[in-house]
Each structure stands twice: as structure tokens, then as C-alpha cells.
């Protein structure tokens, strides 16, 4: 029995996810379906947040500004998750993908990176549009900014790409998605939105590092909840 050439050895745990990741970036990049779709929804809301609930106290707005991001960023990325794991439905592309010769942390890691670049796409224009509607200073706390929307939209990505897996198969999964995610993701939209006030407040590092370290405990929790369950998720 001859040994197998290099070429017949299936990939790596991560180089099988970085190419999971690169097929649905290439996929999005040909239609823009989800980042369009997504993406228009989150700056119509944005916009109509704005004209109904901004006013002249610079505090008030500071918060109405961060629940409205934040809260407009749940309800686009539940239609990423369910497209996303849509694709993979259409003429069984899932089934091929669960009989490869690859992990299947691989493929849960490969769809959370691919989700999490599409977010974070919606989310530029989002958080420009809102900020600049509620007339705050973004530019002044960028850095902490920055941190603050990467790390939890990083915790919506993982958490919603192992439940979209888990909905691809049922009637309604959108809605079923926003159902099932919302209460799990109290935890990071909480602490999204206190921070992000925090942090548009100038508030210093202490009033809003808390937050910070909830929402990346959050992150770590879904990492592992991601990798140790999505395996017995899609074989069911």
C-alpha cells in the first residue's frame, strides 16, 4: 500500500477554514446579496433612528446614538446568518462540505471569519452615518471605538454562525434566528451598548474597560461553544 503524496493529503484544520472563508468572500463579492441587503437595511434604520429620537442634549444623543447601532446591528447580521447558511443548503453544498476530509471546527471557524468581514462591512457605513446623524465626535474616541465594535461584533459573528447552522433546515429561520439569538446575546449587546456610550461620552478607560472585558469573555465562550457544539449541531 503506497503512502499518500502531499498533494492527496487533505488540508490543515486552518488552512480548510481559511479556504471556507475565501469561497464565501468570493461568492459574496460576485453577488453583494447579504453585505447589500444587510447593509441598506442598517443605514435606512440608522437614518429613521435619527430623525425620531435626536435632540439637542449631546448626553442623550451619545446614547440613543449607541443603542441605535447596536441594536440595528443584531436585527442585520440575523439576515447575514441566515443567508450565509442558506448558500450552502442550495443544491445540498452543506452534505458536500460534512462528508470532506476536514474538521468540523474548520468549517464552523471558516463561516465565522467569512460572516464576521460581511458585519464588519455593514457596520462602517453604519456607525459613520449614525454618529455623524446624532452629531458625535467619533473621531475623537476612534481608537477605543475601533476595539469596542471589533470585539463584539466578533461575539454576534461567532454565536450567530453556530445557530444559523442549527436553523438552516427549519421554515421561518430568520425569525427563528432573531428568537434563539436575542437572549443569547444579551450579554454583548448589553455591554456594546454601555461601553459605546461610555466611549462616545469621553468617559475615561475605567468607566468602560469593564464592559470591554465582558463582551471579550463573551467572545471566548463562543469561540469554544462554537468549536465543541457545531459538530453535533449539523450532524443532527
Not at 502531499?6 to 453585505?35: H, M, N, Q, Y
Request: net charge neutral; glycine share 8%.
Amino acid at each position: 500500500m503506497t503512502a499518500a503524496t502531499p498533494s492527496s493529503r487533505p488540508p490543515g484544520a486552518l488552512a480548510a477554514a481559511w479556504e471556507i472563508a475565501r469561497k464565501d468572500a468570493r461568492i459574496e463579492r460576485r453577488t453583494g446579496e447579504i453585505v447589500a441587503t444587510a447593509g441598506v437595511f442598517a443605514v435606512l434604520v440608522g437614518f429613521l433612528a435619527s430623525m425620531a429620537f435626536r435632540i439637542q442634549d449631546d448626553r442623550t444623543n451619545a446614547s440613543t446614538a449607541a443603542g441605535t447601532i447596536w441594536i440595528t446591528l443584531f436585527f442585520a447580521s440575523v439576515l447575514s446568518f441566515g443567508r450565509v447558511w442558506q448558500r450552502e443548503r442550495d443544491e445540498s453544498a452543506l452534505t458536500g462540505l460534512l462528508v470532506s476530509p476536514i474538521p468540523r471546527a474548520s468549517i464552523f471557524l471558516g463561516k465565522a471569519a467569512a460572516t464576521y468581514v460581511m458585519i464588519l462591512l455593514v457596520e462602517v457605513p453604519l456607525v459613520a452615518l449614525t454618529t455623524f446623524l446624532f452629531h458625535v465626535d467619533a473621531l475623537r474616541v476612534i481608537g477605543p471605538l475601533v476595539v469596542f465594535m471589533l470585539s463584539g461584533t466578533l461575539g454576534l459573528a461567532l454565536l450567530g454562525t453556530l445557530f444559523g447552522a442549527m436553523t438552516v433546515r427549519t421554515r421561518a429561520r430568520d425569525l427563528v434566528l432573531a428568537i434563539v439569538l436575542f437572549p443569547l446575546l444579551s450579554p454583548v449587546l448589553v455591554s456594546g451598548v454601555v461601553g459605546t456610550r461610555k466611549i462616545f461620552e469621553g468617559l475615561p478607560e475605567s468607566e468602560w474597560s469593564g464592559f470591554l472585558a465582558l463582551v471579550a469573555i463573551f467572545d471566548f465562550v463562543a469561540l469554544a461553544a462554537g468549536i465543541g457544539l457545531f459538530g453535533a449541531l449539523v450532524d443532527d
